[in-house]
């Protein structure tokens, strides 16, 4: 039985900054493919450097312990054993949010739409959201480099619950 987190609510238009250190890595490039030694069957699999900034990155406000302590364990469960289980809360309530990134590379090499994919997968796995889904990129931002202190800033902020079809 995993322990409950208290999750934060957000009212629509509140928001929550987050800096992640680290160097942003795209995760669309620089696949792997491997061979199952089980099986034999190819795989494709993830990029070397984005698996890696996702275990290293390093929040600012950081992250409660239990909240990664349980993501980083329920992400390490094999599928079959995940089946049934509901995965452990997100540090922010689901709902729709909007998200507006500044990335700060180590060089002026990728696109926005990559940085921002790897992005919403990094914050899905270490528990901050839910599920990426709910995110809505506020504006493709300039992609600055900054070497000696690469970076992300986000703001994500709470969005007004529509149903389709209201007037």
């Known amino acids: 039985m995993t322990q409950p987190t208290t999750q934060m609510r957000l009212a629509p238009g509140e928001s929550f900054a987050l800096t992640i250190l680290g160097v942003p ?3 669309k490039n ?6 199952n030694p089980h099986t034999g069957k190819v795989f494709v699999g993830q990029n070397d450097l984005y698996a890696r900034w996702v275990a290293t990155a390093r929040f600012e406000p950081a992250l409660p312990a239990l909240l990664v302590w349980q993501h980083d364990s329920w992400h390490r469960m ?9 995965p452990p809360d997100a540090l922010i309530a689901p709902g729709p949010l909007r998200i507006r990134a500044h990335f ?3 060089r002026n090499v990728g696109d926005f739409d990559g940085y921002l994919t790897g992005l919403q997968d990094l914050l ?21 480099k900054d070497a000696s ?11 007004e619950v529509t149903t389709r079809g209201a007037a």
Do not use: H, M, Y
Not at 78 to 86: D, I, L, M, T
């Open 124 to 144: 899905q796995r270490r528990g901050v959201i839910a599920d990426d889904k709910w995110l809505t990129p506020d504006r493709c931002p300039p992609l600055d």
């Open 25 to 27: 890595r795209q995760k």
């Open 149 to 159: 202190n690469p970076r992300v800033e986000l703001v994500l902020t709470a969005l």
């Open 104 to 106: 700060f590379r180590e």
């Open 78 to 86: 094999s599928r079959a054993k995940r089946k049934g289980r509901r």
């Open 30 to 35: 620089r696949r792997r493919i491997g061979i």
